[in-house]
């Protein structure tokens, strides 16, 4: 078992940044992969990206590329998820998930064992 908390998310003006954090407790987070997925209302839960179990492996998602990083803390058992550049069509509920499965993160939400409970971004135009 492994239990994930999102926090960070806020209001952000269009072209700020904010900084989602999921800590992880329970079994070694290096077990696992971390997805992050976002949903906004009306719309499919979308994949965002995700870091391999060890960090070497980081994926994106169209829609983010070159704007969102997701940087990885084993030691403090905890993967960020960095924004830049946000637009409002990143509103959303942001979620993070874990994988104990795949060592590199799969983008399919159905793949993923654990989950947070989400956290709100909304980014005002």
């Known amino acids: 078992q492994v239990q994930l908390v999102e926090s960070g998310g806020g209001l952000v003006q269009a072209g700020g940044s904010l900084r989602l954090s999921c800590a992880a407790s329970?079994?070694?987070?290096?077990?696992?992969?971390v997805g992050w997925f976002r949903q906004a209302p009306g719309k499919e839960r979308e994949f965002v990206g995700g870091?391999?179990?060890?960090?070497?492996?980081?994926y994106y998602g169209d829609s983010v590329k070159g704007r969102f990083t997701i940087p990885r803390d084993n030691a403090k058992n905890t993967v960020y998820l960095q924004m830049n550049s946000l637009k409002p069509e990143d509103t959303a509920v942001y979620y993070c998930?874990?994988?104990?499965?795949?060592?590199?993160?799969?983008?399919?939400?159905?793949?993923?064992?654990?989950w947070g409970q989400g956290t709100q971004v909304t980014v005002s135009s």
């Open positions: 998930a874990a994988d104990g499965d795949y060592y590199s993160p799969p983008r399919t939400r159905n793949e993923y064992d654990y």
């Open positions: 329970g079994r070694t987070f290096t077990s696992f992969a």
């Open positions: 870091i391999s179990r060890g960090g070497g492996n980081i």
